[in-house]
Structures are given as structure tokens and as C-alpha cells.
DNA sequence: CTGAAAGCGCTTACAG
DNA sequence: CTGAAAGCGCTTACAG
């Protein structure tokens, strides 16, 4: 099996202690013979090319080039009794909220692990017991460490791993932990600013929230952000203005009408999430009004559904959160947290006229720095 | 670091030979000296515990459980030549069709995973060079071989995976390989035969089909497996009973609405994405007709969108799926296709009337068995 | 700058 | 049934 590197190796294999080894890879002795040099300067040229001879440097690199050759990790990693590998926690029921952000966190740490010269080990704990699922994958020595998603308070992951002392970090806040420094989130309160500003700016004169109840940092910190771009533009918020619904189309939908009957058409709606924009377009249809001339609605994190439905929505920059994980995680300085801007992806559902100059190209992502 | 194992272990710790290894994990050596055996009968424990005298099995297992001892993973690899892992290729730019059922593959694979003695590693793949992306993974000896998803008509990976010995599974049917038999899938054709018969007993007269362009194999089978369903209730169809659209909501809702003119009220629509379904959705309110009541529509996948719409959708049984391509990757057998059947999942936009006998409770998932 | 030695933690024939 | 030996493929001080 697996004879697919390094077809040209010499036969000096016969040589090979185990007869059921199949011919197929080059090692690092092959190599070394081929190149006429030991197998350690072999690794030097590999490790520490700087303290091998030039003319040497080149006889080796062309041999593995020759050959084929990839080092066997994994006899790098119990040499170096380090795996360069993390584990991921991946959920079967749905990642609750966040919905399918997580999976395209976990698409976006594969992308970016190579360039940190690492890979990633999914796992699936037992709900009742996640840390021993945690436990159990680090006693296999396949993971040095972890990248936690999903965090929320209560959770007990993070205080385990600093108690043993294993390597990790967080996408999403550490809520329980304010000393904690390696984590990086998403500010859903700088998104929702911004998108109160590009709602401004298109025309709409009233413009409501329609958050989840009160209770969860994440929504917390959206609805926070509502207001905070609300005085920027120099209005109040009143109580009025602003309706909750728990992550169900049917109450996201009558939320959203009454608020809508409040408003009134000219006015606009920021919501927490996809699903509860989803509700406000049913509502806006439902009342007969009609999405972006009428009423204005923004959604979080630009899922298929604001896609299908042309919903402006809120993006978290999932790649450029993957790529800060893995900083955070193998960077030799100490940590410190990063809070990303997420950025609008502005569709049809905010443009009150066509030819209003807020109109901006379907389906472009632009930022809303402030 | 990683001080949480066994940290009741000897301080024979002190005669290991690197200083800089930190105390913390035990190894078969430590097992072996507690338990007063030599470090090949520990590992005998493990592995064939049946050639060890009960006595010393006992006391091996003592000391075992009592020292917190698990085998270094990393070191049986390189030892037993095998990683006992899989490589499982994602992919930034989402998987196409597919949707997230790739995503709930990845989990289901991971879930299962263990029950096998294996783990998953994802890797990203150039996709301007796939299969060197498996020809590194593959080099690094960090799997034994791959899970394929998203087979397509024209996919070069299972040739060459077969050119070079490296065991795979495919989860969807290897089209350019008949011959090729590891391969499970889901049999989409049945799914929207049963979804036919379903919609037949809910007391719908007329069943269109909303469908991709022709020339797609899924597409073909799904829309083949509605004709089978008709043709099962003794109907026939005619050309004006379908229409097909690409994956955009505005086209599909206006192939839909074309669909729903020559339909008319008291029929229903089977589709062959829950995107799809969507358009339907909207082409029924476009219509003025009632979902359910007037129009019946059943989608496929069961994805958010199906769930937030209240749409019947047609599920694949993904963790299925996921066990079965390890009982595919892992059976000493030779391997046989595996064709799963999907599931309805029926929802009150396949309910005529409120107190029809067709009614089920929302959100069940029930097995249309034929 | 190069190579002989030791060793990561484990498993597998093979003697006793 | 148990243990001494060899070795998986690599890296890291350390002599020369």
C-alpha cells in the first residue's frame, strides 16, 4: 500500500529490517545514502539548514527532491514530544446559536493550519462529560493543545485547561475569565453600530431592534450596539422601539409585526440574527409593506437564508478569526485578546429606492468603518 | 505543561533522560515498574490480554487505571506503521450543492470515529491541485487514507487513490467508476418516491417537480424517483407537471409560480433542494394560495430554512452515512456500495386541511417505507 | 561543519 | 506465560 512516493528509491530497501514493510516511501536514511552523508545531517538540512555546508546543503535537497521525500510526522512528533496538532470540539446537535458559523470556523482553522505548520484533530466529546472528552484526546499525545468555539458563560472548558496547563485558545469571549488574555470574538456590538450608520445613511428614519431576551452576553452586546449607533446619529432610543423573540420563526415573525406597527414604513429593523430577520421579512410582507422602499432590515451573520432571501446582514470575518487563533496559539509572546470588525454585506433589503445613493452593488461586502 | 495525568506517578521520573521533559504523563514504563512486570507484558495487557495469566493481568490493570496511564497514540503509529486516522478534505468556498450536509458529515464521521479505534483529520486542499493536497497529506503519515465526500461526475481523487493503494470510501456514488464498490450514499430517487406517496395520501391530486437543469446525476435522480412515485399512485405525468431552475431563489420562484399556474390549487410540488423549496414558498404567497391547504411543498435536505419555513423536507441520514463509511474504511471484508434510505421530515406545508388524517405531529421524523 | 550515540513510547516476533 | 532485543523514523545535544 501506499507506494505512491518515491518510485525511483534504490533497493537498498531489501536491506529493511521487516519483511512486511512495503517499498514505497523514502526515509531519512534513504535519503542520507542517496546524498552520501549521515541521516542527522540530513535532518540538519531539514531543521537547521544554516549550520549545514553549502555545497552539502545542496547535495542533500536534491536527493529529497529526487526521492520525494516528506519527513514522517509522526515520528517528528514523538521525537519532538510535540504533536503541532489541535483539537477542535465539534457538536452533533447543531452548534446552538451560532449556528453554521462554527463550521466554517473549523474550515477556515484547516486553511490556515498548514502555515502554522499544524493540523487539526476533530473530536466529539460526550455532552455529559465534555472535559473528560477533552482529557481523553490529550492523554493520546495527538494534540497539544485545543481551540475552543462556542464559549458562554458558565463554561467550564476554559478554567480545566488553565488548571493542567494545556496550550489553548477561545473564539469567543471568555466571559467567566476577564483575566484571560488568548481569545478572539467577533465585536457584534461595533457590526450592529455600523450597520445603525448605514441605515442612516440610506434614508430610513426610524430604526428598531429586534434582539433575543435579555440575558445572553451576545445579544447583550448587540442590542448595546443598536443604541450606541443610535446616538451616534444624534437619536434617542425609545423603549418602543426595540421588540424581543426567542429563535422561533413564528414569534420572530410577531415580534417583528408588532414592532413594525410602532415603526411604521420608512422605518428600519436591526436584528440579532438570520432566523429573526427572517421573521421581519415575513412580517413586512405580511403588514403589505415592501422590503428596502418601506422597511429597512439588517441580519447577523450572512448566513444562506439573508443570501437566498436578499437580506443585508452582518458577516463575521471567520477567516481572519481562524488565522488570529492560530497567532494567539503559536505565537511565542504572550497573548493578548482581539476583537474583530465584522463587515455588511449590504443586499436589496436596505435600499429604500433604486436610485437612492445608498444603493450599493448587490452582494458586496464593504466595511463600515466609523 | 500537561501535568494532568497521573499525578500520583513514582519519582522515578527523575532518572528520564531529557530534563526539560516536564513530569506528567505515564508511560508503559511506569505501568511496568509499579506493577513489578517487565514493559513488554503491559503492552501485552493491551493488546492481547488473552496471553496473559489473570493474576498479572489484574495487576497490570490495577496499576493502569490507578497511575492514569493511556497509551501514547503517537508511538503506536510509528510502531504498528499505521495512523489509525483519515484524512477528510473541506473546503473554503462551501461545498457546492451539497450545502451543510458536508458539514454534518464531518461531525457524524468524527462522532463515530472513536468506535472504530480512529480519528479524522481535516486538511484543505489547493483547488487548483487537489490531488497534490492528497499526495502531501498522504506523505506526512499522519493517515492511513481518506473519507471522499462530494463525489461528481469527472472527480479525479478516486482514480487516483486507486492508482496508488491508498484505501478511501466515498460518501456519493463514484459515477465514473461503476466498478468501484466502497462507496455509500443516500438514494435520493426513494426519498422523493416516498415524499410522492406521502403527498398522494395527504389528499394532494395534482404533484409537480421543481428541479435542477438536466444533466446532473443527483438532479436526475431525484427527478427520476418522482416519475416512480407517480407512477406508483397510478398517475402519469406530463411535461407541464415540471419545471426546472437553477440555484437562485428568483428563478426558482418564478419556475414555481409557472409550475403553480398549470398545477393550480389542490396540488403539490416536490423539490429537489429545500432552496428550491423556498421559491415554491414564495411563489405560493405570490399566488395568494395557502401553504399546506392549497399547495403542498416538500423540499430536500431538511435544512434550516426547511425548519424555520415549517416545509417538509426530505433528510439524509447523515450519521448513517458516517457509520456506515467507517464500517466501509475499517471491515476486513471486501466492500459492498451501501444505498441508505432518506427520511421525511413532515411539516404543516404538507398538511391539507387542519384535521386531515395525513397530519402528523410537526417536526417527527417518520420513515415512508414503501 | 559532520557524524556516532541516545532516545521519544511503543509493539512484535522470538527465546526462555 | 514472561522478558530481553530490535526497531518504527526522526531529532538533539555532543564529540570530533
Known sequence: MNDHIARERSMTDLTRATAD??????????????????????????????????????????????????????????????????????????????????????VQLTVAAPAHGSHLM??????????????????????????????????????????????????????????????????????????????????????????????????????????????????????VEAEESVQDLDQATAAAERLLRRLGPGSAVVCASDMLALGAVRAVRNTGLALGADIGVVGFDDTDVAEALSVTSIRQPIAEAARTAWDLLTSPQSPRPVLLSPVLTVRSSTTRTPSSPATRPRDTPITEEQ
Open 21 to 106: 514493510i512495503p517499498p514505497g516511501r523514502a526515509t531519512i536514511v534513504d535519503v542520507a545514502r542517496a546524498a552520501q552523508v549521515s541521516r542527522q545531517t540530513v535532518s540538519n538540512v531539514l531543521n537547521r539548514p544554516d549550520k549545514v555546508a553549502a555545497p552539502t546543503l545542496e547535495r542533500v535537497l536534491r536527493e529529497i527532491d529526487r526521492l520525494g521525500f516528506t519527513p514522517h510526522v509522526t515520528a517528528q512528533q514523538l521525537r519532538r514530544r510535540k504533536a503541532a496538532a489541535y483539537g477542535f470540539e465539534v457538536n452533533p446537535s447543531g452548534h446552538g446559536r451560532m449556528g453554521h458559523i462554527l463550521d466554517e470556523f473549523l
Open 122 to 239: 476533530t473530536f466529539a466529546p460526550d455532552p455529559d462529560d465534555v472535559i473528560e472528552g477533552y482529557r481523553q484526546t490529550l492523554a493520546t499525545g495527538l494534540v497539544d493543545g485545543f481551540v475552543l468555539a462556542d464559549t458562554r458563560p458558565g463554561d467550564p472548558r476554559p478554567q480545566w485547561l488553565l488548571d493542567h496547563h494545556v496550550p489553548f485558545v477561545a473564539f469567543g469571549r471568555v466571559w467567566d475569565l476577564p483575566e484571560l488574555l488568548q481569545w478572539v470574538d467577533v465585536d457584534g456590538g461595533t457590526g450592529v453600530r455600523d450597520a445603525v450608520a448605514h441605515l442612516v445613511a440610506a434614508g430610513y428614519e426610524r430604526i428598531g431592534f429586534l434582539g433575543w431576551p435579555a440575558g445572553s452576553p451576545v445579544g447583550d452586546d448587540r442590542r448595546s450596539g443598536w443604541l450606541a449607533g443610535l446616538a451616534d446619529a444624534g437619536r434617542t432610543a425609545s423603549a
